[in-house]
């Protein structure tokens, strides 16, 4: 349950129940400060997938043996990727103190990008220590002003988003500007700066929307209502991405996460690489339907054998799967199965009556 605010409570989910535990090192909890736990935590990883919980055992062994800040910080990332957030902050803020430069800034910003999921003050103080190493990291500066801005801090939110408009011009930065004006009252001062955030971006749905307030503050409301509506036309937010968020998210080894990066990769034409993040899937969930789908379609065309044996899965657990039938039916022609492709076709045409290649094959 993950109202539960007590940090030795606190797990990322019931899925994550027990079976076994981890005694994280005492040097985690001391990175919570004077107030944090002084004894060690347990975290349970009863529940979670096989190839999670090894990786996160093999981690803390390593941690366990020779503490560093390259161990503590890559054992901070699988604890973060994982949604095990509260021991994920203690990782980052252990490895920060015994990190120096870049890699200490690294370890500061993570601790406050978890820490902003639930305590914008603690963030706010992790990401200010963060700033200090590097004043003209975007990611830094746009999320402490977030955390600001959250907070009611307006004035510093400001001075955090300028700092990125010196540095590093772009739509969020200027937007932040705006928006903290804006929050301030000063609707006059925000609107040159939403202005330069459009130009930057015309597609920033953000962008738009703080456009549309401040417009309608103005008295001008016929362009406050232009706004809205191409915020409206803008499905999706405009996120920042954070490279060092994306480095954390390539941690995760659950099958979702393995099943959606095999999405992205297939898409984006890197079959050997989706064919082995499908495979990961089904080392935890040999019968995950959509991994044997997708494998089945990488492999019908170099492996076809190795493609039935996918779709002979599916259709063991879904008889009814049109896609698994059809691809079937067309490979077992390939391999002159009249039969089994004469079976797969009538079974396709009684869960799909008007599928035409089907009737078309089946009458030839």
Request: aromatic fraction near 4%.
């Amino acid at each position: 349950d993950r109202s539960d605010t007590d940090p030795r409570t606190r797990y990322a989910s019931v899925k994550y129940r027990a079976t076994s535990t981890l005694l994280i090192a005492a040097a985690l909890c001391q990175a919570c400060g004077p107030d944090g736990p002084t004894q060690p935590i347990l975290l349970d990883l009863t529940g979670m997938e096989a190839p999670v919980a090894r990786k996160l055992r093999n981690m803390h062994r390593v941690i366990h043996r020779s503490p560093s800040a390259e161990s503590l910080g890559a054992f901070a990332r699988a604890l973060h990727a994982h949604a095990l957030l509260t021991y994920a902050e203690w990782a980052y803020l252990a490895a920060a103190e015994l990190a120096t430069g870049q890699d200490a800034y690294q370890h500061l910003h993570l601790a406050g990008v978890v820490a902003s999921e639930s305590d914008p003050v603690r963030a706010q103080e992790h990401l200010a220590r963060a700033a200090d190493l590097r004043p003209d990291s975007p990611a830094t500066q746009l999320l402490r002003g977030r955390m600001l801005e959250s907070l009611g801090r307006f004035d510093e939110a400001e001075e955090c988003y300028k700092t990125i408009v010196q540095h590093h011009p772009s739509s969020h930065a200027s937007l932040g500007v705006g928006r903290s004006m804006l929050a301030r009252g000063d609707a006059k001062g925000a609107l040159p700066h939403l202005d330069k955030a459009r130009q930057l971006d015309p597609r920033h749905r953000e962008v738009h929307e703080a456009r549309a307030r401040c417009l309608n503050q103005l008295g001008r409301i016929e362009e406050s209502r232009a706004a809205a509506r191409r915020a409206g036309d803008l499905a999706r937010p405009t996120p920042f991405l954070d490279q060092l968020q994306i480095r954390v998210a390539n941690e995760n080894i659950s099958s979702e996460a393995r099943l959606h990066r095999g999405a992205a990769q297939a898409q984006a034409g890197q079959t050997a690489a989706a064919i082995k993040s499908f495979e990961g899937v089904l080392e935890v969930r040999k019968d995950h339907i959509e991994a044997l789908d997708y494998l089945a379609l990488l492999v019908q065309e170099t492996e076809p054998r190795r493609a039935l044996g996918y779709l002979d899965r599916i259709l063991a657990g879904n008889p009814d799967h049109i896609r698994a039938l059809e691809l079937r039916a067309r490979i077992k022609i390939r391999f002159r199965d009249r039969a089994g492709a004469e079976q797969d076709l009538r079974n396709l045409l009684r869960v799909q009556p008007d599928h035409a290649w089907a009737r078309k094959t089946l009458r030839r």
